[in-house]
């Protein structure tokens, strides 16, 4: 589903060069769920950047759902950023002045998906059936996230990227999202999602470490996957 071969990313700014990505390597299958992990600056954000084609790497290979992009046209990114990819984000990023089902159909309406998913069923499989006419400011930060995550979910795309969808929000309602979203990755759907929290990433089959922009290691959390209802809060 994802395929990054020796992939860097230089940013110049003026005569300094940084290398946000340094030479990585990743593979995500089809149904895996996968947390990267990382201190502040390690990379995290341009990686996924670079998997959902907002931004170009500098040197490597990058494939997503099937289509090599490092060449791609920038009318087939377009079409990949709507139908393949859906980002979900520390801040939710909702429109303040639409309902939760508003938000959700206006996804289902970018990725050109009107009448193959009801909005309303993908609201309710997060949790928020009962939320449908709310406007954001009259959800919870977890609930908001879960409209997020349902617009995402709702555009049918195979690949789910999520930036610090937990930053916003305590520990324990973090966790739960969390939780929600490793459940999204099943059959073609594969979910990446960033945090720079150890604690939280215990609960995924499969953690990323990243450090000065390289992968540091790959593998099932120290210690084992653990149960949330076990994490230290
Ligand atoms: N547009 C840019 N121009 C120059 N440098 C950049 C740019 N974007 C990111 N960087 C640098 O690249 C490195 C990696 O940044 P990135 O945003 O990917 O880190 P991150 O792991 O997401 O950090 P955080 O946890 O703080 O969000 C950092 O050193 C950052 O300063
Ligand atoms: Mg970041």
Known sequence: MIDLVGVSKIYQIGL???????????????????????????????LLNIIGALDTPTAGSVSVGGQ????????????????????????????????????????????GKRGLTAPEAVLDSVGLGDRISHFPH???????????????????????????????????????????????ATGDRAVLVVTHNREISRIADRVVEMSSGRVVSDGP??????????LRW
């Not at 940084?18 to 299958?29: G, K, N, S, T």
């Open 68 to 111: 090599d992009i490092t060449g791609a046209s920038r009318s087939d990114l377009f079409a990949l950023r709507r139908q393949t990819v859906s980002f979900i984000f520390q801040s939710f990023n909702l429109f303040p002045g639409l309902t939760a089902l508003e938000n959700v159909e206006f996804g289902i309406d970018v990725a």
């Open 138 to 184: 009259e959800l919870s930060g977890g609930e908001q996230q879960r409209v997020a995550i349902a617009r995402a979910l709702a555009t049918g795309n195979p690949v789910l990227l999520a930036d610090e969808p937990t930053g916003e929000l305590d520990f324990r309602t973090g966790a739960q999202i969390l939780e929600l979203l490793i459940e999204q």
């Open 221 to 230: 959390p120290e210690g084992g996957k653990t149960p949330l209802s076990e």
């Open 16 to 46: 300094v060069e940084v290398r946000a990505l340094d030479d990585v390597q990743l593979h995500v299958d089809d149904g895996e769920f996968v947390v990267v992990l990382g201190p502040s600056g390690s990379g995290k954000t341009t």
